[in-house]
Structures are given as C-alpha cells and as structure tokens.
C-alpha cells in the first residue's frame, strides 16, 4: 500500500502535516535507490506507538533493514534504563553496515 494513503488512516491523526511529509518524502528518495518498507505501518513495540521499516527491495528479513521510522504519540518508553516521555515525534534510525559505500547519501 502507498505510505500517503496509510497516513490518511484515522489512527494518524496525531501525527503532523510536516512529519507526514517528511515520511512521505523520505519513503520517495529511499525508493529512488531501490529500498521500500513492506507496504505496512507496524507497532513500534518498545521505540514507540509505531514504525515504518525500510529493507532492499524484495528482500526480507531484520539483517536487511536500513532504517525504521518511529511514529510517537504521546507515549513513555524505556531506554538504557531511564524512562523517556515522547511526545507526537517521529524519529528517524540508520543502519549502516558499511558506512563508507553510504558516504555520498549522509
């Protein structure tokens, strides 16, 4: 499913105008170097109420993702024993595995 039309589900609604763009906007560039999160918008689990997971193109599995978005409401999370309140964000994470092949895109 297209990420725009995801973020149109009422559960979204807390989320804002510019952070949606920038997730819409950020799922465009990832696409163009042939990465795409799997056509869902999962829970977040411990990093907050949601996560978009981008990997390569037709691969699956956790050894090939390169980055989550964190969607937060306002939510309490743990992290290296503190507690941390989040509130409406989202967060970006990176992973890279060989940074030097990724230079020219940080």
């Known amino acids: 499913m297209d990420i725009a039309e995801l973020l149109k589900e009422g559960k979204f609604d807390f ?3 510019e952070n949606k763009k920038y997730i819409i906007d ?3 560039e990832i696409n163009s170097l042939n990465y795409d999160f799997d056509g869902g918008i ?3 689990f411990y990093r907050g109420n ?3 997971i981008y990997s390569l193109n037709g691969i699956k599995g956790s050894r090939n993702v390169i980055a989550r978005i964190f969607i937060r409401d306002n939510c309490k999370i743990e992290l290296w024993g503190k507690e941390i309140e989040f509130k409406k964000c989202i967060n970006l994470r ?3 595995s060989n940074i030097n092949k ?3 895109y940080i």
């Open 102 to 104: 990724h230079i020219n």
């Open 15 to 17: 989320v804002s105008k």
């Open 26 to 28: 950020f799922t465009k």
């Open 94 to 96: 990176l992973y890279f």
């Open 50 to 52: 949601y996560q978009v």
């Open 42 to 44: 999962r829970n977040g």
